[in-house]
């Protein structure tokens, strides 16, 4: 264990985790590009004249952001509806993130909530949990407001969410994630942040960014729990 993560974990009362990255690749067997063409159809099916980058966009997750912040909540709630089901699709090939569930085990077995907050749908993200029997380790999930796109991390409300749902003020809780949005939104809620570069081209962005540890396998967060 490293010194930074010591301290860090020494402070914290609960864990928060992003759940595509730190617990699976939810997209593993089910491809995120495949599954933005796929709501990029829903908009050409509702209607509206798709510009060329967001018809090439390959992040489903953009694609139901770009549509919310063009103000059609109808067109929105049609592509909120597609994602959802083709994420509950996904989680069935999703592959689990190395020492991922070993990080959630060991945090519950030192006394720790473990909560999953996530810009992915929080049915996707139950499903999963039950499919991996680790539903009954996890206190909370927190998924993706329902056709408000507004409210993803790195908006910090739904971290804060997490936090309240364990019991925990928000300092004393960490967030591991492997976006710069779990760092900003984690920065914004007040909560600390672990940086998990499971590419090595992150590390030095998410330093740059502020994680106040970066970890380059969960294996490093699991060990520190034990």
């Not at 069935?92 to 993130?97: G, I, N, S, V």
């Not at 003020?169 to 570069?197: K, N, Q, W």
């Amino acid at each position: 264990m490293t010194a930074d993560l010591g301290r860090l974990l020494a402070g914290v009362g609960a864990v928060l985790l992003d759940f595509d990255g730190p617990v699976c690749s939810i997209f593993a067997g089910y491809p995120a590009p495949q599954v933005a063409a796929e709501l990029v159809d829903v908009l050409r099916r509702h209607g509206v004249d798709v510009p060329p980058d967001l018809a090439s966009e390959p992040d489903p997750l953009e694609v139901l952001r770009r549509t919310g912040s063009a103000g059609e909540h109808g067109i929105t709630r049609a592509v909120e509806d597609a994602l959802c089901a083709a994420e509950r699709r996904a989680v069935e090939t999703a592959e689990p993130a190395p020492y991922g569930r070993e990080v959630i085990v060991a945090a519950r077995h030192a006394g720790m909530p473990v909560a999953v907050v996530s810009n992915n749908s929080a049915g996707a993200v139950s499903a999963y949990l039950a499919a991996h029997r680790l539903a009954v380790y996890v206190s909370s999930v927190v998924g993706r407001a329902y056709a408000d796109p507004n409210r993803m991390k790195p908006n910090p409300e739904p971290i804060l969410q997490a936090a309240r749902a364990v019991g925990e003020p928000p300092s004393r809780c960490v967030l591991v994630g492997d976006s710069l949005s779990d760092i900003d939104g984690a920065r914004a809620a007040g909560v600390g942040v672990i940086g998990y570069a499971n590419r090595p081209a992150k590390v030095e962005t998410f330093r740059a960014a502020g994680a106040d540890v970066v970890i380059a396998s969960m294996s490093e967060l699991a060990c520190a729990l034990i």
